[in-house]
């Protein structure tokens, strides 16, 4: 039995073509940008998968807790979604890497996610003050409700 328990925050950006895995209690980052998951097309969740089964490769021999923010990768993982055929391999890999260890798959939000805050560019001493990711929603928010404003304006001028 494994007693080496380690939780891992990951994100995956299909833009940017980098997997960012933050060791969640230690705060070591670790960037990988020479992934080679371009011959996948690149959607946003089978990066995120790629970023699950490189967390999972450098962390061989330990229990894991794998954060991510997205959820649809997170349910299927969990059994909770349905996989489609495209994507099976990559469950059926996470799978063979989950044999002999625990391996708990823990959905959070973008907001609160340690590996995309790093990937927007927050050092970590930013990402762990609780008042500056307060500061960061609250902007998200803002800006998320002048989008639909904006988009109702131009509705409301079509009609």
């Not at 490769?57 to 349905?82: A, M, Q, T, W």
């Not at 489609?84 to 890497?97: D, T, W, Y």
Request: charged share 35%; with cysteine.
């Amino acid at each position: 039995m494994l007693s080496l328990h380690k939780r891992i925050s990951v994100d995956a950006s299909d833009k940017r073509k980098i997997i960012t895995l933050v060791e969640a209690d230690s705060s070591k980052v670790l960037w990988d940008s020479t992934l080679n998951y371009l011959a996948y097309k690149s959607a946003s969740d089978e990066v995120e998968f790629c970023a699950i089964i490189y967390a999972m490769k450098n962390y061989p021999n330990v229990n894991l807790e794998i954060i991510s923010d997205c959820n649809s990768v997170v349910d299927i993982l969990n059994n909770k979604g349905k996989v489609s055929q495209k994507r099976n391999h990559f469950v059926e890999k996470i799978r063979e890497l989950c044999k002999n260890r625990s391996v708990l798959f823990k959905w959070i939000s973008r907001d609160l996610n340690e590996a995309g805050l790093k990937q927007d560019g927050y050092s970590l001493d930013e990402i762990r003050n609780p008042d500056l990711l307060k500061m960061k929603k609250e902007i998200r928010e803002r800006v998320r409700e002048k989008y639909f404003r904006n988009k109702q304006r131009q509705n409301k001028e079509r009609e």
